[in-house]
């Protein structure tokens, strides 16, 4: 059966910090990988995806970015986090197109910035 | 750009009550996903809907996409404890000649003590 991993399970980042979260994917090829922030209380937004090793597609403009250095392996990452990166981010996956299909998610990083 | 409307945005029930929760979108919608996320977890997809006017059923959840593929409701019938958490809708619509999942802000279901 299909698992995806995500850590850390909580983060408390200084602003100017760095970030690195991780996702990894069990049991499936070449997933479509995503990113979603959401903060407290609202909805999903979409960071980025991925349908395939170094291909990633941003969504928002900010100071993050995203990286799929293997095919189950997805990345998120900041040089220097801002007060405004606060929030739980998700890693999500499918198989082909996630408009398509469903979306299995993972158990999310809840991130604080301070 | 598409927006996906959902709401309203929380709704206390009493334990046997009904629930619904509402997504309009300005523009045509392929498809329509559902997903629930409970207090402190992660959304978990439901089900999708494709068709015009669509309904599926899943026990005591009902979900209809609408004739024009702009709107979608999830009713649930007689609430229960374990009902509770967040609903989310996601239309699949069409941005700058790119398809994309539009997620509604979701409606939160709350249990009366």
């Known amino acids: 059966s299909q698992t995806i991993h995500q850590w850390p399970a909580t983060l408390v980042q200084p602003v100017g910090s760095p970030l690195s979260l991780e996702c990894t994917v069990e049991?499936?090829?070449?997933?479509?990988l995503y990113w979603y922030r959401q903060a407290a209380g609202r909805g999903l937004q979409l960071l980025f995806y991925?349908?395939?090793?170094?291909?990633i597609s941003s969504e928002v403009p900010q100071n993050l970015s995203a990286s799929r250095p293997q095919d189950r392996q997805f990345i998120l990452s900041s040089k220097k986090l801002l007060l405004s990166d606060s929030g739980f981010y998700l890693c999500?996956?499918?198989?082909?197109?996630?408009?398509?299909?469903?979306?299995?998610f993972g158990p999310g990083t809840r991130l604080t910035v301070l | 750009g598409q927006q996906v409307m959902q709401i309203p945005q929380y709704q206390h029930v009493q334990e046997g009550e009904d629930f619904t929760t509402y997504c309009n979108s300005s523009?045509?919608?392929?498809?329509i996903q559902w997903y629930k996320q409970r207090p402190g977890g992660h959304p978990v997809f439901l089900i999708q809907?494709?068709?015009s006017g669509e309904v599926k059923k899943q026990k005591r959840l009902t979900f209809q996409f609408g004739e024009a593929k702009k709107n979608s409701s999830l009713h649930i019938t007689a609430t229960q404890t374990t009902d509770v958490g967040t609903y989310f809708c996601?239309?699949?619509?069409?941005?700058?000649?790119?398809?994309?999942?539009?997620w509604g802000a979701g409606t939160k279901l709350i249990i009366k003590p």
């Open positions: 996601a239309g699949l619509g069409v941005m700058d000649s790119n398809y994309q999942l539009i």
């Open positions: 523009t045509t919608l392929s498809n």
């Open positions: 809907l494709v068709k």
């Open positions: 049991g499936t090829s070449n997933p479509n």
């Open positions: 991925s349908v395939g090793i170094g291909q």
């Open positions: 999500a996956w499918s198989v082909g197109a996630g408009w398509n299909n469903e979306q299995f």
